[in-house]
């Protein structure tokens, strides 16, 4: 399959954002970003639960898109890797808003992940801190403005506080 058909049939789908946040997959794999942050921590199904919280909350404030989703084109610019291309929605991946090959001693952090698509991940950020990529300036500077504003909000909110706490109980 080409880019463009994969592209096509992302648009195409009305849920292709949201079907991915159901998949056990990304509560398993959040696990693995925040671990040494969270080391003492033993992640049964009850702070499962509230991990996935979390990931919803991530998700509402990139306003139900990926990390760097923009809009005003005719197809998605996020997109899946290659071995990806034949499902119809956008399968996330973690991010780090400050690179782990730049400044590992603040990647685990759970504030500092995104759902990303393979895309934004590998293309758009690689590897680059997310201050860095402001300089491209337009609708990309626009959109990671936004999101920073409404994750800030999330992260001072007593619900996001609340479940931060509980995985410590």
Excluded at 30 to 41: E, K, L, Q, T, V
Excluded at 106 to 114: A, M, P, Q, V, Y
């Amino acid at each position: 399959m080409k880019l463009i058909e994969h592209r096509r049939i992302i648009n195409k789908n009305p849920q292709a954002y949201e079907t991915d946040l159901e998949s056990e997959r990304l509560v398993k794999s959040i696990i693995n970003h925040i671990r040494n942050d969270f080391s003492n921590i033993r992640f049964d199904q009850q702070k499962r639960e509230i991990l996935r919280e979390i990931v919803i909350l991530l998700f509402e404030a990139q306003e139900h898109r990926p990390f760097f989703h923009v809009e005003g084109t005719e197809l998605p610019l996020c997109w899946n890797r290659p071995s990806d291309w034949n499902i119809d929605y956008i399968k996330y991946e973690w991010g780090h808003l400050l690179s782990q090959n730049q400044m590992p001693e603040k990647s685990s952090s759970i504030e500092n992940i995104g759902l990303y698509s393979a895309r934004c991940n590998q293309h758009i950020q690689s590897s680059m801190n997310i201050q860095e990529l402001m300089v491209y300036g337009g609708l990309l500077a626009q959109r990671i403005s936004n999101v920073l504003t409404n994750r800030r909000i999330l992260f001072a909110s007593e619900k996001w506080k609340k479940l931060i706490n509980s995985l410590y109980e």
